[in-house]
């Protein structure tokens, strides 16, 4: 099943490097939504807007508007990161029933030490599909 | 002062009425048309040329690559009555006149390339590239230099053939910059003539940013404001302005 949280992770940072910021919205899990919308609260977003936007009865604007400072704010975290090369490794330590880390990683050859960890993708399973946690710009612990 | 004293190190002449200072050899046609422009108030239309550049550079500091004996390299004066929220049109008038100019001379197929190149409609191959100094006054737009650069070989073109290039460029440019006097509708206009030029548009491409950042999308078109809008397959618009371009590069396959 962890096949599949790689092929999802890599559609969200494709989604995140090409602003397909609805993409981004869907691949986001029931926690994922929570976790930017209390975020964004925090940073002075009115709490009604963020409700509207969770319970998805906001606006096409004030979507828009909201979705696009997500993707840049995914962006900021990636930023760096050559995202054509990037490589996803299912982390075996992260990943148990129902949650799967996946390690993002920059190539770089052996006698170098071999691919940088730049990030981590925590997934959960949903309805039998893997939806995106959290995007951390640095490896799990 | 406006007259150049002796051994000042160029002629002044004109050509078919337009004021041309022509150096031997100048640190670049841009710094001496805005040294000419500042220091001497030339006037809309003055052109400085030169056979050699010292430090041809363009947007970013970018080095011309093309040897001094196959380069046309002409900056032009401009006194736009522009307001400062609108200089970056300069850069598609600009354009668009060296893209016409060179094509009405050499009778090739060229196209513009956001936001400083001439490029063969054939093969997207760069022929020219533009660059755009503007200065600002309280308000408004006080001068803008236009500096052009040409590669006449890639063009087929001979060195004895710069004046008519020159004139052909300049009279564009001339005709072009009459949009700058317009207002917002005259700068609309220009941008409409630029985007039906535009190679660039339509293709998918990938933005670095200044000072860091990279955007992704299909450059859709340009706006008033020289931005170029790029937007993504869920309909996401960004729109990057030419300050903060870094790189652009075309991106082949589907997304």
């Known amino acids: ?141 | 002062m406006t007259t150049p004293p002796a051994g000042a190190g160029f002629e002044t002449s004109e050509l078919h009425g337009r004021p041309i200072r022509r150096f031997r050899v100048a640190v670049s046609v841009g710094a001496m048309a805005l040294a000419w422009a500042r220091q001497d108030n030339a006037a809309a239309g003055s052109a400085v040329v030169t056979d050699r550049e010292v430090y041809p550079l363009g947007r970013l500091g970018d080095p011309w690559s093309g040897p001094p004996e196959t380069t046309l390299a002409c900056a032009v004066v401009l006194r736009p009555k522009l307001p400062p929220h609108l200089a970056d049109a300069v850069w598609l008038v600009g354009g668009l006149a060296l893209t016409e100019g060179v094509e009405a001379a050499s009778g090739r197929r060229l196209g513009t390339w956001w936001p400083d190149r001439v490029v063969d409609a054939n093969d997207g191959q760069t022929v020219g590239v533009v660059k755009a100094e503007v200065q600002l006054g309280p308000g408004s737009v006080r001068s803008a230099v236009l500096t052009m650069r040409v590669d006449l070989e890639r063009l087929g073109m001979g060195i004895d053939e710069r004046d008519n290039l020159i004139d052909a460029s300049a009279t564009a440019l001339d005709r072009a910059a009459r949009w700058l006097d317009q207002g917002t509708d005259g700068c609309n206009e220009a941008v409409a003539a630029y985007q039906r030029r535009c190679g660039l548009l339509g293709s998918r491409v990938k933005i670095s940013l200044l000072p860091k950042g990279e955007t992704r999308g299909v450059a859709r078109g340009v706006d008033g404001t020289a931005q170029l809008e790029v937007v993504s397959a869920t309909g996401m618009v960004e729109r990057v302005t030419i300050d903060m371009l870094r790189r652009l590069e075309v991106v082949d396959g589907e997304r």
């Open chain 1, 1 to 141: 099943m962890s096949d599949g949280a790689v092929e999802v992770a890599r559609a969200f940072v494709a989604a995140v490097a090409w602003g397909e910021h609805r993409r981004v919205w869907d691949l986001l899990g029931r926690e994922g939504r929570r976790t930017v919308l209390r975020v964004a609260v925090g940073r002075g977003m009115d709490e009604t807007l963020a409700a509207r936007l969770g319970d998805e009865t906001a606006t096409t604007k004030e979507s828009d508007t909201f979705l696009a400072d997500l993707v840049n704010g995914l962006r900021a975290d990636l930023a760096g990161a050559d995202l054509d090369s990037m490589g996803y490794q299912d982390d075996p330590l992260g990943s148990e029933g129902g949650r799967a880390w996946i390690l993002l990683t920059a190539p770089m050859p052996d006698i170098l030490g071999g691919d940088v960890p730049v990030g981590t993708v925590e997934l959960a399973a949903e309805d039998g599909t893997w939806r995106v946690e959290r995007l951390s710009p640095r490896p799990a612990p």
